[in-house]
């Protein structure tokens, strides 16, 4: 039985909407995505060896820091295809687009816009440790955007594997609705292979084969029927909430059919309110078969998904997308990459319509056509040319000269897709090029990797004149100094990272704002009053945005044309405040009153008077400065337990959890950026090298008394600001 096409098709592509899955693999850093990822590609033919994360081989892991490091960086993109043996999809060749997406938070950006793109997800949990501090923060990214996943515990080869303790992990901490779909034959050294709860049958990996191709389909071991008895009425008990076929079935004692569960297990899936869960060992290749059925039978189509959000170019209307090759093409370029050979790579998600060589689309951030000279399918730093993409497809378009993260490419003049928000950086450094000839080949490399990625910003510091860059944390900025190096061939020096302080205000306050000048002819006339007070309604973390500018003029005081100067000059000024110089967050500034003069006043004058009357209202506000703290999660040995607490509570942290698994000690603490560096080498020294840690950015508090006087003045001395 196949699935049946829809009219949305062109009769050219290979591959039918129904039968792409754009999936995205993603989980906590070191839960085994790239491995998994690998493990895909043997298996669809893309490679014919499989490559190691540890010893530098993996596919997706091209760079030389991911092979040096063991650590995906960048998300990488990989076309594959893969066919299922019976079921809804009989015989039908799928392609699967893959993006194998970072695990470290310093690259979270690389996750979001991933996320952003994708139809589907495999969220990767480790089956010792279950659900990670990263899994939360990836989990909750894929909520925010709306994508159905299937999990996969992975490592259930390992000494303390608990596939059960995996699955209630997914409940209580991401609060997901998870059931497994096959349960393991085996755990730890045991593991051997899997029951298959929807067929009833059970799969026996082939001890003789290390690649594992062959696994023999087996009756169910006597002693685990009683089990996969109870573990099958519970699955189907769960999918009764999404089909009332199967629910009909359950509820009349009939015996529900292989197609039928798939049916359930797909609506409820799509849903987001169902998680299926697969055992597996990439490592020791046991599982990911299972995997690639599940990712082609459960997750969505292009054309399952639910239309995209776009707007015509002055924002007035909304327009909804959906995936059809016969309209007009729309399509949206989520990553810049610069390739040594080719120039500038970008990563294109093509929403609807035919994306064809040589067409040349409108941008309408800038404004201008763009020429498509060449469009490539991905496969990590493998090339296929092709000369036409369709609706759903992922692709890389060669050409566009002036393009950034997030823009529309597209042949309707006015479109503008939904665009991608990220968090903002935490932490900055001072860079100096080391010789005048490294000055500008400097200036080329932060150009192009601020255009890459958009969490990494570069400043200048008009008091010292030096160059500052910013990013998500000590790694994400060393990786840049590191490929400012090998990339682009820059010496440079690099200061000692400084925290991205923000100021905010605890009380409201008045400000009045005049800018008049008066030197014969023609004069500058503006005068804007506001009322500031604290807006902590927009919550507190790392890069959300607090900063409202509200107009509540009557009868004209102030002409329309300018209240838009003054909301920037407003917003302007909430960039340098009035304690250390930091960005102000969190704030809410009416403006009230003023008044204007007919010759005399202009847009300048306005902004003018718009920042000095935020820094008058500053004045009373009083204003405080935030420091960021992180969520700070340490896996120890429980005999270096108390060690690694008083080492917690001696940078200000703040102990919120902890709990015992397998003889190691998870402990969850909130802890200030500013005692977190060099925490790595000081968490092995205590450990003995035994203790791993994870630290993500959770909110701002306010600096205490006895560090603000200390930052105050280092910040006067050297300034860094973001």
Not at 299 to 312: C, E, G, I, N, Y
Not at 390 to 405: E, F, L
Not at 615 to 631: S, W
Request: include cysteine; charge should be negative; hydrophobic fraction near 35%.
């Amino acid at each position: 039985m196949s699935t049946p096409l829809s009219t949305l098709n062109a009769p050219g592509r290979k591959f039918p909407l129904e039968h792409t899955r754009n999936i995205g693999i993603a989980a906590h850093i070191d839960a085994g995505k790239t491995t998994t990822t690998e493990r895909i590609l043997f298996y669809t033919g893309v490679v014919h060896k499989m490559g190691e994360v540890h010893d530098g081989t993996a596919t997706t892991d091209w760079m030389e820091q991911e092979r040096e490091r063991g650590i995906t960086i960048t998300a990488a993109a990989i076309s594959a295809g893969w066919k299922t043996k019976e079921g809804h999809f009989a015989n039908i060749d799928h392609r699967i687009n893959i993006i194998d997406t970072p695990g470290h938070v310093d690259f979270t950006a690389e996750v979001e816009r991933s996320l952003r793109v994708l139809d589907g997800a495999v969220a990767v949990f480790c089956a010792v440790a279950g659900v990670q501090p990263q899994s939360e923060t990836v989990w909750r990214q894929m909520n925010k955007y709306g994508v159905p996943r299937v999990a996969f515990v992975n490592k259930m080869d390992r000494t303390g594997a608990d596939f059960f303790g995996a699955v209630d992990d997914i409940r209580e901490k991401l609060k997901g609705n998870a059931h497994p779909l096959f349960i393991p034959i085996g755990q730890g050294e045991e593991f051997k292979g899997m029951i298959d709860l929807i067929k009833n049958v059970a799969y026996v990996y082939d001890e003789t084969d290390p690649k594992g191709m062959k696994f023999n389909t087996v009756d169910i071991p006597e002693n685990q029927k009683a089990e996969a008895k109870q573990w099958r009425t519970k699955l189907v008990e769960a999918l009764a909430d999404f089909d009332d076929v199967l629910a009909a079935k359950y509820l009349d004692g009939q015996e529900v059919s292989i197609d039928e569960m798939r049916t359930g297990i797909r609506k409820a899936t799509l849903s987001l309110n169902f998680i299926g869960v697969i055992p597996g060992s990439a490592f020791k290749n046991k599982g990911v078969q299972m995997l690639l059925d599940c990712v082609v039978d459960f997750l969505p189509s292009p054309v399952d998904m639910r239309p995209q959000k776009a707007f015509t170019d002055d924002g007035d209307k909304e327009i909804a997308i959906g995936p059809d090759d016969k309209a007009k093409v729309t399509g949206l370029c989520f990553k810049l990459w610069s390739d040594p050979h080719v120039g500038q790579l970008v990563f294109y998600r093509v929403y609807r319509g035919q994306l064809k060589k040589g067409e040349i689309l409108y941008n309408p951030r800038t404004r201008k056509d763009e020429r498509i000279s060449r469009i490539v399918l991905l496969r990590a730093m493998d090339r296929e040319e092709i000369d036409v993409a369709y609706s759903g497809d992922i692709c890389a378009i060669i050409g566009p000269k002036d393009i950034a993260t997030g823009d529309t490419l597209t042949a309707e003049d006015d479109l503008i897709l939904e665009k991608t928000t990220f968090a903002e950086p935490v932490i900055s450094m001072s860079i100096e090029p080391n010789s005048k000839g490294d000055q500008e080949r400097l200036s080329i490399g932060l150009q192009r990797l601020a255009q890459e990625d958009p969490t990494f910003r570069v400043t200048s510091n008009p008091e010292t004149g030096q160059t500052l860059i910013s990013g998500m944390g000590e790694l994400h900025l060393e990786i840049i100094v590191d490929r400012l190096k090998r990339e682009f061939k820059v010496e440079a020096k690099s200061g000692k990272p400084q925290i991205s302080y923000r100021e905010t205000i605890q009380g409201a306050s008045e400000g009045v704002g005049k800018f008049i000048r008066q030197s014969g002819g023609r004069g500058q006339y503006g005068h804007v009053e506001i009322k500031l007070e604290p807006n902590p309604v927009a919550g507190r973390e790392p890069g959300a945005k607090g900063e409202e500018v509200i107009n509540e003029i009557v009868g004209g005081t102030i002409p329309k044309e300018f209240i838009k100067p003054s909301t920037e000059g407003i917003l302007e000024a909430s960039q340098n405040g009035t304690i250390a110089g930091y960005p102000v967050i969190n704030f809410k500034a009416r403006i009230v009153f003023g008044s204007f003069h007919e010759v005399d006043s202009n847009e300048m004058a306005f902004k003018m008077a718009g920042i000095f009357a935020f820094k008058e209202a500053m004045k009373d506000a009083k204003p405080i400065l935030l420091e960021p703290i992180m969520k700070v999660e340490v896996v120890t040995p429980e005999e270096y337990q108390g060690d690694i607490m008083g080492d917690l509570n001696r940078r200000r942290g703040q102990i919120q959890g902890m709990d015992s698994k397998g003889g190691l000690c998870n402990i969850e603490a909130r802890v200030p950026l500013a005692e977190m560096f060099g925490y790595s080498t000081d968490v092995r020294s205590l450990s003995k090298g035994r203790a791993s840690y994870s630290m993500e950015p959770a909110n701002y508090e306010q600096v205490p008394a006895q560090i603000l006087k200390q930052v105050v003045e280092t910040s006067s001395r050297a300034p860094a600001r973001t």
